[in-house]
């Protein structure tokens, strides 16, 4: 069994699409959107409050398992194709 990280860039529609593309893969054994255990330092009372670069795309971790490298493959390539088809930007975290 081969879990897949990916961190996607862009709006919860983006994250959902991808999530749907990755289900219709027959190898697929589970895909997730995580929660982000990172704490964010996002003060509302801050000096940068609701700039651009506050209100930008959100960030979502994807959790993919799948039961060998073939299907692993497959996986990177669909989220590749669709985030540069769609203009997200998407890095693979790692396996375990």
Same mark, same amino acid.
């Given at each position: 069994?081969?879990?897949? %990280?990916? /961190?996607?860039?862009? $709006?919860?529609?983006? !994250?959902?699409? *991808?999530?749907? #593309?990755?289900?219709?893969? +027959? =190898?697929?054994?589970?895909?997730?959107?995580? !929660?982000? *255990?990172? &704490?964010?330092?996002?003060?509302?009372?801050? $000096? $940068?409050?609701?700039? &651009?670069?506050?209100?930008? &795309?959100?960030?979502? +971790?994807?959790?993919? +398992?799948? &039961?060998?490298? /073939?299907? =692993? /493959?497959?996986? %990177? *390539?669909? #989220?590749?194709?669709?985030?540069?088809? /769609?203009?997200? $930007?998407?890095?693979?975290?790692? %396996? #375990?």
């Amino acid at each position: 069994m081969t879990l897949l %990280r990916f /961190r996607l860039t862009g $709006s919860i529609d983006d !994250a959902a699409e *991808l999530i749907t #593309a990755l289900h219709a893969v +027959d =190898a697929v054994e589970h895909v997730e959107e995580v !929660a982000d *255990l990172m &704490p964010h330092m996002d003060d509302e009372d801050s $000096s $940068s409050a609701g700039l &651009p670069d506050d209100i930008g &795309p959100g960030v979502h +971790d994807i959790e993919v +398992d799948v &039961p060998n490298a /073939r299907a =692993a /493959r497959q996986v %990177r *390539l669909i #989220a590749e194709q669709l985030a540069l088809d /769609r203009g997200m $930007s998407i890095e693979l975290l790692g %396996r #375990a």
